[in-house]
Nanobody, 115 residues
Framework: QVQLVESGGDLVQPGGSLKLSCAASGSISTIYRMGWYRQAPGQLRELVAN???????YYADAVKGRFTISRDNAKNTVYLQMDSLEPGDTAVYYC?????????WGQGAQVTVSS
């Protein structure tokens, strides 16, 4: 089994930056892809970014050039660096992992972009 614990959600002004962290534990050697999703009130959950074990990455068009996903394998942690934040980025951000036996979700981190 894989467990994910998120941290780093906060209130930030437009144009500001924030970095989310997601620490994985359990059968981490079975993880083959990790990523971040977000869900705004009344909206569907959408994929923001992900990273395969190969290092190949994907970014949604809405965040491309502003967000960066990275992993520290020694710490079993995935990060989402968010720059030039906009009010439209306001959402609950969920860490996600695909692994051999299934998938896991983090508990969610609230990111609010407002002045």
């Amino acid at each position: 089994q894989v467990q994910l614990v998120e941290s780093g959600g906060d209130l930030v002004q437009p144009g500001g930056s924030l970095k989310l962290s997601c620490a994985a534990s359990g059968s981490i050697s079975t993880i083959y892809r990790m990523g971040w999703y977000r869900q705004a009130p009344g909206q569907l959950r959408e994929l923001v970014a992900n990273m395969h074990n190969s290092g190949d990455t994907y970014y949604a068009d809405a965040v491309k050039g502003r967000f960066t996903i990275s992993r520290d394998n020694a710490k079993n942690t995935v990060y989402l660096q968010m720059d030039s934040l906009e009010p439209g980025d306001t959402a609950v951000y969920y860490c996600h992992a695909d692994y051999t036996w299934g998938q896991s979700w983090g508990q969610g981190a609230q990111v609010t972009v407002s002045s």
